[in-house]
């Protein structure tokens, strides 16, 4: 999902390996407003599969802040990591940013301890954009 902004204004990228979603949000978003993003991954039991890369640029380009994530729910199959790292944009039409930018951002992963049908749900915020509310289903083998 894209959406337009005016020139200046800062931009948060998000990136998923299964799912080909960016989003463009203004950087000055009432403080209040939340959106609500629907995953579904499929994980291996004891394999770490990874849920989500949230990365925020600027507009012209460089690091953002790296988002915060807070688990609301988490998984009765297994558990929630996160932790920092180089994301790559592989979008080749996102806004000034190029295919191959670049930045820290904050990798969610989930490790399932067995088989069967789990759900999660956690939030992610960054200053000035509105609070995401990702709810995932996991189909665990």
């Not at 039991?45 to 849920?51: D, F, I, M, Q, S």
Request: aromatic residues 6%; contains cysteine; proline residues 8%.
């Amino acid at each position: 999902m894209l959406r337009t902004i005016k020139p200046g204004i800062a931009m948060w990228l998000t990136g998923a390996v299964a799912l080909a979603v960016f989003q463009l949000v203004p950087a000055r978003a009432p403080a209040a407003q939340q959106l609500h993003r629907q995953l579904h991954i499929t994980a291996t039991v004891g394999n770490e599969a990874r849920v989500y890369n949230h990365l925020r640029l600027t507009q012209s380009c460089g690091q953002g802040p790296i988002p915060e994530m807070t688990v609301v729910k988490p998984p009765s199959l297994g558990k929630l990591s996160a932790r920092i790292e180089t994301v790559t944009m592989t979008d080749p039409n996102f806004g000034s940013c190029s295919a191959g930018a670049t930045g820290m951002g904050r990798v969610v992963y989930y490790t399932a301890d067995r088989p069967g049908k789990d759900a999660f749900v956690y939030r992610t915020s960054s200053p000035g954009l509105p609070t995401v509310t990702w709810t995932v289903d996991a189909e665990v083998r």
